[in-house]
């Protein structure tokens, strides 16, 4: 009884097993009803495209939203927020759609991108604190660089024996460099070089008054540039003479960190950033101060706050828990999902799928629709074309290890260029897949799509004109040349932002995942400069699988 008892659990367990499988395997793949269609009803060929799109894909026309903004390429934010985002938001507490939606797509003549910010004042000035800081530490740590190689060569006296800032410690440390110092990064490297290098020449110095001079000088540069901090753990591991003791530097060391918190608890204006800046400079040094005001300056400065509209909708459920100034990591990400704990998870705010169905035209908008549900009837079919002459053979490497990738182990053909040159004109019959770099804005005619192909140039600025029917840019022309799906940039994105192709093309080809689901898996950043153009219900392999699961990187095609 006992054994044939324990043999039902197992079976039950095994059952149970399977189920929990068959519906995390459902609960896995985009479904319809889970998809939020955004139209703009100052536009007729949004709004019918939009019930086209419903009808191809069996979406309840609950899930259609009829927004009120501007047909135009930009929108500002305040009217982002206004008219696409709170409108949003609204419509699906009010329709008790939170839980259900996962996906938004915007439809052709929402706008594609929204505007840098305009600061108010009070931001300006705090802003203003943090970007002098950053470029003031370069000149600083230049100066820091020429006064470090007169160590062991000239010996000034100190006017103190206190832990005083280098520009205090001596009469004349140095003078501002005429020209504009070099990157920070490059400079602090030769430094910490250098300072290593200094140090054994001063402990080889026989003259006990000018070692001590020299050390008191390495010290100097040491509390200059790492802080406290630094100095601390310079004291403690090389023991130089004349050091100061280690208890008192800790307990400055504890003083400050808890001067630092309390700081954190006020609200920021211009006043505790320069407070920030100070506590932070005594704390770390000129490398603290660099990174937290170049930082600080990034995220609350104009320059980067610009985005795509749909990559900035993705964080819809965020608002304010986020500065809209430069990209945030995308929590969608497969190896980030993988990294973070469960509590984690549960505890972030729900992050949404995003895409667009657009275009030059409302035709090239249509298409996209009609050529997706197309070809997922027989699976997309034909030539993957990769082009890995670009500008850094780093980079190339991603380009030559996907097509190592499908060659092995995709039956689908692969062919790779190599050359500085791009494929040439009418030379791509065929094409299926495509991804490659570099021309920019400069759109090559190489291929014949076929119907329902994917591809993307990697390049900034792709998709700067997409409205533009006589753009040369590659999102235009390729979708005026037939192709489904896209990935373009807005503004200047960088090559960090782009998904990585080895990743997100064989994720696409197993079959398994919608092409909102590849791409948000893959992308590194939300809230940027990228978009993704296409059906984010397309599945161009469910019927064709290329690629197995078990052939990916571990984790890639795991929730």
């Not at 024996?161 to 490059?186: C, I, V």
């Not at 022309?477 to 997100?504: C, D, H, I, R, Y």
Request: charged share 25%; with cysteine.
């Amino acid at each position: 009884m006992k054994a044939k008892g324990l043999v039902q659990r197992i079976a039950w367990l095994a059952l149970a097993l399977l189920a929990l499988a068959f519906f995390a395997a459902r609960a896995s793949a985009l479904e319809p009803k889970q998809v939020l269609v955004v139209a703009n009803s100052a536009s007729k060929d949004s709004v019918s495209l939009a019930k086209a799109y419903l009808e191809a894909r069996g979406i309840p026309e609950g899930n259609l939203l009829e927004i009120k903004t501007t047909t135009k390429y930009t929108i500002s934010r305040d009217d982002y927020e206004k008219q696409v985002r709170q409108p949003i938001e609204k419509y699906l507490l009010d329709k008790n759609l939170k839980d259900q939606i996962t996906c938004i797509v915007v439809m052709y003549e929402v706008p594609v991108r929204i505007e840098p910010s305009i600061l108010p004042k009070e931001a300006d000035d705090v802003y203003k604190v943090y970007k002098t800081a950053a470029s003031r530490t370069e000149y600083r740590l230049a100066i820091d660089h020429d006064f470090l190689k007169t160590v062991g060569v000239k010996f000034p006296e100190p006017k103190t024996q206190d832990l005083t800032p280098l520009a205090k410690l001596f009469d004349s440390p140095g003078n501002a460099p005429q020209n504009k110092p070099k990157e920070f990064p490059k400079e602090i490297a030769e430094v910490l070089a250098l300072l290593a290098q200094k140090h054994k020449e001063v402990a080889r110095l026989e003259d006990a008054d000018k070692q001590r001079l020299a050390y008191r000088q390495l010290m100097a540069i040491y509390l200059d540039i790492a802080g406290l901090q630094g100095l601390r753990n310079y004291v403690h591991n090389e023991r130089p003479a004349g050091a100061p003791d280690l208890d008192k530097l800790d307990k400055q060391i504890e003083d400050l960190q808890q001067q630092w918190a309390q700081l954190h608890e006020k609200t920021r204006d211009a006043k505790t950033a320069q407070q920030e800046i100070d506590m932070g400079n005594q704390l770390g040094g000129l490398a603290f101060i660099h990174g937290l005001a170049s930082h600080q300056a990034f995220e609350l400065g104009p320059e980067f706050s610009d985005s795509a509209l749909d990559s900035e909708l993705a964080l819809l459920w965020y608002d304010n828990q986020y500065n809209p100034g430069g990209w945030i990591n995308n929590p969608m990400h497969w190896q980030r999902k993988a990294a973070a704990a469960p509590a984690s998870q549960k505890a972030a705010p729900p992050f949404l799928m995003t895409s667009r169905i657009d275009g030059p035209s409302k035709a090239d908008a249509l298409r996209i629709i009609t050529a997706s549900a197309s070809a997922e009837k027989t699976g997309l079919k034909g030539t993957f074309y990769i082009d890995a002459g670009g500008l850094q053979p780093r980079y190339d490497q991603h380009l030559t290890d996907l097509a190592a990738f499908v060659k092995d182990k995709a039956p689908m053909k692969v062919v790779l260029e190599t050359t500085q040159a791009l494929f040439p004109p009418n030379s791509c019959p065929d094409t299926a897949l495509y991804v490659g770099w570099y021309s920019l804005r400069r759109y090559v005619p190489a291929f014949a799509w076929n119907e329902g192909a994917v591809g993307w140039h990697i390049a900034s600025f792709e998709a700067m004109h997409l409205r533009d029917a006589d753009s040369q840019e590659w999102c235009v022309k390729m979708l005026q040349n037939g192709v489904a799906a896209t990935v373009g940039a807005v503004n200047e994105p960088f090559l960090g932002s782009f998904p990585l192709p080895e990743e997100f093309f064989p994720l696409l080809m197993t079959g398994k995942y919608t092409l909102a689901e590849c791409y948000w898996r893959t992308t590194p950043y939300a809230s940027w400069r990228l978009t993704l153009i296409g059906d984010p219900l397309y599945n161009p392999f469910a019927k064709n699988p290329q690629v197995k699961l078990t052939d990916l990187p571990r984790g890639l095609a795991k929730e």
